[in-house]
Each structure stands twice: as structure tokens, then as C-alpha cells.
């Protein structure tokens, strides 16, 4: 009799164990998803954003060719004015409020970069800004263009 009463209180510290340690493994596990989540989110905030930089970017060179002014010795140059037509902006500001996320364009500029052998050189730049608050991302596109 005197065995059993010595190990009456060992099952209640071994639960009391087991319970402490599936605790500690439920909240690193939340953790963990958790990060798995906010991080598949900005991955789906940032490619949408990158997208869209990119087809503003399309826009934008299908309003260079063919040249809307033929006078003009560049189409490049006609539109890269500063600041841009606001044609141009309007219709690229819808490009991307029509888009599914919470997307607005940050940023639409062109400028020329210079000259080279006769060349003229040309940096057209488009910056969307996707999500809010702590899931907000921003992508930048360039696209540089060459004339004659």
C-alpha cells in the first residue's frame, strides 16, 4: 500500500506536461500560418502591381506608334512631354482602378535620357502602388525607347 500511494500525483504532472507542450505547438503553429498567409497576399499584391505597371507601360507605347502627329519628327518626343498628356494619364489611372485589388498608379513619367549616334534615347516609367496598410506593395516598371 504504501507503493501506490507515492505514485498517485506523477500522472497529473505528466499531464499537465503534455498539455503545456501541445500548447507551445498550437501557437507556433498559428504563427506559421499566419506568415504563410500575409506572405502568399503580398505575393498575389505584388504580381498584380507588376502587372499592371506593365500593361500601363503597353499603353503608353501604343499611343508612341504610329506617331499621332505626323509632323512631328518623333513620335516618341510628342508624348513625352513633361508634364504627359493627360489623355494618356486618365486612361492609364483606369487601367488600374479597373483592375480586381486595391490598385491606384503611383507614378507616369517620360523623359529623354540623351543622345547617341544619332539616336534619342528615352525612359518611360510607371509605378503601382497595390494593397493597404500593412500589405501594400509598389512595383516599378521602366521601358526604355530608342528614335532616329
Known amino acids: 500500500m504504501s507503493r501506490k500511494s507515492n505514485q498517485e500525483g506523477s500522472m497529473l504532472i505528466i499531464v499537465i506536461f503534455i498539455i503545456v507542450v501541445l500548447g507551445f ?3 507556433s503553429l498559428s504563427r506559421t500560418s499566419w506568415s504563410d498567409n500575409d506572405s502568399n497576399t503580398r505575393t498575389v499584391l ?4 507588376w502587372l499592371l505597371s506593365h500593361s500601363v507601360n503597353e499603353y503608353v507605347m501604343t499611343r508612341f506608334y504610329p506617331d499621332p502627329d505626323p509632323l512631328s519628327s518623333s513620335a ?5 512631354t513633361d508634364p504627359m498628356p493627360g489623355a494618356v494619364i486618365n486612361v492609364a489611372n483606369t487601367i488600374v482602378a479597373e483592375s480586381a485589388m486595391n ?4 507614378q ?3 523623359s529623354s535620357r540623351g543622345e547617341l549616334d544619332d539616336l534619342v534615347f528615352y ?6 502602388v497595390c494593397g493597404s496598410g500593412i500589405s501594400q506593395v509598389q512595383r516599378n516598371q ?4 530608342r528614335e532616329k
Open 25 to 27: 505547438l498550437a501557437a
Open 46 to 49: 505584388g504580381t498584380q502591381a
Open 108 to 110: 507616369l513619367q517620360c
Open 123 to 128: 525612359v518611360l516609367e510607371s509605378s503601382v
Open 142 to 145: 521602366e521601358v526604355w525607347v
Open 76 to 80: 516618341v518626343s510628342t508624348f513625352c
Open 103 to 106: 490598385c491606384s498608379l503611383n
